[in-house]
């Protein structure tokens, strides 16, 4: 075991080319803010206490964006540069032993593995410093690495110059700086004073700590990464669409991988979070968000939603339905077009057909609304057949008020319950009824107009219509 490392995020620029109100690490990518995919990645390597962020524009918001981490954080207040960002840290972070990784937030494709591969090279080799490189075909706008040697070959880093300050010869070198470094702590903090701010923006670069390092007698090393796309940070809007779909495309490869069917899977959204069990089929144009679970053997229909909710196996979602905050147990089917707004829990083999509206509700086992219908604030015992167009009168202008229905109670079509209401097990709602008063257990419920038939009442309008003769009262 190697000695620990510690890992600084810097997180402190505001992105004004994202030209928006909020910090730059706030957008998220692949369901998670892009500083939550740094933090979680940083969490794999690192325990809390060894985990800080530099934060500076809108440091609030950003803190409490990762406040469940136990990460910890240095305030940054005005950003004069990459190496004044871990400077000003010193007092959090230079008695803290081992190494030193530096990471960006605006960078979250990062895998722990290649994050893994810099703390082995640094941490086995002798260098005082590793930092992450590559081979770019352009690689305008990054800091080109200044080897003694060919690159390929390994040759130590003497400098990395950025693009603004590099001669023709120097631009011409196609090895990047990433901007990902692991350091020996103790060299780090004995050498950080040297960076001075000579430079056009009067900037402190981070970058010059290999010139620095070198001078004093230590090495510097790179590591070369395959695909620079892993380091890719982002400044704009058109960046972060470009993540969000590595970051959805990395999703769909595990889940496939695991066993998953996405259908036209380039279509399918599904955060980070989220798990499928095996056999699952996800139809076209579907999201699956939040902190989702989903077991074996389901399928999700075409467009559907599904957010922060739980499905068990052999789950049946139809078509354009939307699942929030709701759990659904095994064998339950939903949809197609059907709404579980949030809260619900419906329970195994349950049936929620097309245009059925649920908050709040449980459904137990085996209770079935199958078309047109609001439920909300109710307890469904098992069995409960709902009618069409049954409607929870629940919300009386200043408070909500609950239903609850017995046992194998059916409810007709069309049947308004006026909440706060207590149906019994077995009971009969007469379809139309307006139901305002608790129904005892196994009685039948009618509270509607009663019918009367006048024979021949329409033939008779009829003949009016076509002699102009006034039909008689009583007719
Ligand atoms: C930096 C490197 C460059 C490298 C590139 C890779 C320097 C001087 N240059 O340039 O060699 O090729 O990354 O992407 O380091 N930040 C702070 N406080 C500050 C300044 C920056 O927290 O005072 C944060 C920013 O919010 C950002 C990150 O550090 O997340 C990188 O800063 P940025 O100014 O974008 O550096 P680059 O110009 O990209
Ligand atoms: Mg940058």
Request: glycine share 12%; net charge negative; aromatic share 4%.
């Amino acid at each position: 075991m190697h000695k620990p490392v510690t890992i600084v995020i810097l997180a402190a620029g505001l992105g004004t080319r994202m030209k928006s109100r909020h910090a730059k690490v706030l957008h998220r990518a692949g369901g998670k803010t892009l500083l939550q995919h740094v933090v979680d990645t940083a969490l794999a390597l690192a325990p809390p206490e060894r985990i800080f962020a530099v934060v500076g524009h809108q440091a609030e918001q950003v803190r409490q964006s990762v406040a469940g981490a136990g990460i910890g954080f240095i305030e940054q207040t005005e950003q004069k540069g990459t190496g004044h960002a871990v400077m000003i840290g010193r007092d959090s972070l230079a008695h803290l032993d081992g190494y030193l990784m530096v990471l960006y937030g605006d960078s979250p494709l990062l895998r722990a593995d290649t994050l893994r591969r810099l703390i082995a090279q640094e941490t086995e080799g002798g260098a005082a410093g590793v930092l992450m490189s590559a081979q770019m075909d352009d690689p305008t706008g990054y800091g080109r690495v200044i080897r003694d040697g060919d690159s390929r070959s390994g040759g130590l880093v003497l400098d990395v110059v950025e693009q603004k300050a590099a001669t023709p010869e120097q631009l011409a070198i196609r090895e990047a700086n990433m901007g990902i470094y692991c350091f020996r702590a103790d060299l780090f903090w004995k050498h950080v004073d040297e960076i001075q701010p000579n430079n056009p923006a009067r900037e402190y670069y981070l970058t010059d700590m290999p010139a620095i390092l070198t001078r004093a007698g230590h090495t510097v090393e790179a590591m070369l990464i395959d695909d620079p796309g892993e380091a890719l940070g982002i400044n704009d809007r058109a960046q972060l669409a470009r993540v969000d779909a590595i970051f959805r495309e990395r999703k769909r490869s595990d889940l496939m991988a695991a066993g998953v069917t996405l259908i036209k899977p380039e279509t399918i959204t599904i955060d980070s979070a989220v798990e499928i069990g095996m056999d699952t089929i996800v139809e076209p144009f579907a999201q699956i968000l939040g902190a989702t679970t989903v077991g074996e053997n389901c399928r999700i229909g075409a467009c559907s939603i599904i957010q922060d909710s739980r499905l068990g196996d052999d789950v049946d979602i139809g078509a354009f339905t939307l699942v929030n905050a709701s759990v659904l147990e095994r064998g339950v089917s939903a949809g197609p077009y059907a709404r579980l707004r949030m809260g619900n829990h419906v329970e195994a083999g349950a049936h929620i057909g097309n245009f059925v509206e649920l908050k709040k509700t449980r459904l137990r086992a085996g209770a079935k609304a199958g078309h047109l219908a609001y439920l909300g604030d109710a307890d469904i015992g098992a069995k409960v057949n709902i009618g069409a167009g049954t409607i929870t009168c629940n919300y009386d202008g200043y408070k909500k008020h609950p239903t609850q229905i017995g046992e194998g109670a059916f409810i007709g079509s069309n049947s308004t319950l006026v909440a706060p209401l207590e149906i019994g097990a077995g009971a009969y709602v007469a379809a139309g009824s307006v139901v305002t008063q608790d129904v005892p257990p196994d009685a039948l419920a009618i509270g509607r107009g009663h019918q009367e038939n006048k024979p021949e009442w329409a033939m008779k309008r009829r003949k009016l219509a076509r002699t102009g003769a006034p039909i008689q009262s009583g007719d």
